[in-house]
Every structure is written in C-alpha cells, then in structure tokens.
C-alpha cells in the first residue's frame, strides 16, 4: 500500500532521535530543515551528528534508550540496527499516540521520510513507497535543478496577494493565471 502525502506543523512538536551514527545524521539533517526541537538519545554519535547537535544547540544524552522516553515526544526516529529495539519503541510509542519512524523497517513505521526539495517555501517531496529510494533521490535531483532561484520572491509576492486581495473566485483564477504564467515563462 501506498503512503498518504502530508506536510506536518512541526512547531511545539518535540522529536527524539534514537541513535547517533550514518542514517541518524542523514534523518537529522532532513529534520533541521523543518524544526529545531529534537533530542538525540544514542551511546556513540558520529563526528557530524556531534557537529550539528553543537552547531544547533540541540538536547543531546549519551545513553542508551530506555522505556518511556518517548512519553513528552510526538514524533520518535528510530535509528538503529537492533530490530527488536525498533519492534519495542514502535509498540510503545502506541501507547503514548507518538509518530514513529524505525529506519529501514516498514512493518514498525507511522511514515517513511521522503525525498524532497526545499527551496525558502517550496518544498516537493518524492516518494516510492519504498519501491525505489534510488529513483526518489534521482527525481529530486532532477526536480532541484528545474526549480529557478528566484522562486522565493514570486511565493512571497503570491503571499501578499492571498493577505490583500478578498477572497472569492476573481482571486482564485487571478492567482492561477500568475501561477501558471510563471511556470510557463520559467522553462523559457
């Protein structure tokens, strides 16, 4: 089955990151992207993960995982090699309605991290349901490069327009033709 598409308010959302090596990196700076309250559970972490958990100021604790630390988080990453510690924080994760993401481990995962491009406001993700992460990956690099710089000065000139203009159907297909005339004259 496929995974349903949706972009979450990560604002007074708390995340805890079980792990601190490769894909715990990889998983953090996808997050850093998107919020800075995470807390970083993990015995060992790698030279970059220690770098950014400075660079960001985020909770770090050298220990291993242990039950109900998830209680005060609404999302928990879970990357580790140890598949029954995943099976464990994802059934506990249940009890405290906590999102969980084990990497690499569909059967003990709420959601799955999507490929995506981030450019100021715009964000595309990307997904395979897991069918290929090697074609997402690809797609978004292809997608990047479509994507022109100036981008973020037309979302925010489109912004103001949403603030000032009323709203009503004059608005709607006003903001549609801008949309697409500059889509159009973007490939020029």
């Given at each position: 089955m496929s995974y349903f598409p949706a972009f979450l308010k990560l604002d007074n959302k708390k995340i805890l990151i079980v792990g601190g090596g490769y894909i715990a990196h990889e998983k953090l700076e996808h997050l850093l992207d998107f919020t800075k309250d995470i807390t970083v559970v993990a015995l060992e972490l790698s030279d970059k993960m220690l770098n950014d958990i400075s660079e960001n100021s985020l909770v770090y604790e050298q220990r291993e995982y242990k039950v109900g630390d998830i209680k005060d988080f609404a999302i928990v990453i879970v990357a580790v090699d140890d598949i029954p510690l995943q099976a464990e924080i994802f059934q506990e994760s249940k009890k405290y309605n906590c999102l969980c993401n084990s990497v690499d481990s569909v059967d003990y995962c709420d959601f799955i991290f999507p490929s995506y491009v981030k450019k100021d406001d715009l964000t595309i993700a990307i997904s395979t349901s897991g069918a290929s992460p090697a074609m997402a990956k690809h797609?978004?690099?292809?997608?990047?490069?479509?994507?022109?710089?100036?981008?973020?000065?037309?979302?925010?000139?489109?912004?103001?327009?949403?603030?000032?203009?009323?709203?009503?159907?004059?608005?709607?297909?006003?903001?549609?033709?801008?949309?697409?005339?500059?889509?159009?004259?973007?490939?020029?």
């Amino acid at each position: 089955m496929s995974y349903f598409p949706a972009f979450l308010k990560l604002d007074n959302k708390k995340i805890l990151i079980v792990g601190g090596g490769y894909i715990a990196h990889e998983k953090l700076e996808h997050l850093l992207d998107f919020t800075k309250d995470i807390t970083v559970v993990a015995l060992e972490l790698s030279d970059k993960m220690l770098n950014d958990i400075s660079e960001n100021s985020l909770v770090y604790e050298q220990r291993e995982y242990k039950v109900g630390d998830i209680k005060d988080f609404a999302i928990v990453i879970v990357a580790v090699d140890d598949i029954p510690l995943q099976a464990e924080i994802f059934q506990e994760s249940k009890k405290y309605n906590c999102l969980c993401n084990s990497v690499d481990s569909v059967d003990y995962c709420d959601f799955i991290f999507p490929s995506y491009v981030k450019k100021d406001d715009l964000t595309i993700a990307i997904s395979t349901s897991g069918a290929s992460p090697a074609m997402a990956k690809h797609l978004r690099i292809y997608l990047q490069n479509l994507i022109p710089d100036g981008i973020n000065d037309f979302l925010k000139e489109m912004k103001n327009l949403r603030k000032t203009i009323p709203k009503g159907k004059d608005r709607m297909k006003m903001l549609d033709e801008k949309a697409k005339n500059y889509i159009k004259n973007w490939s020029k």
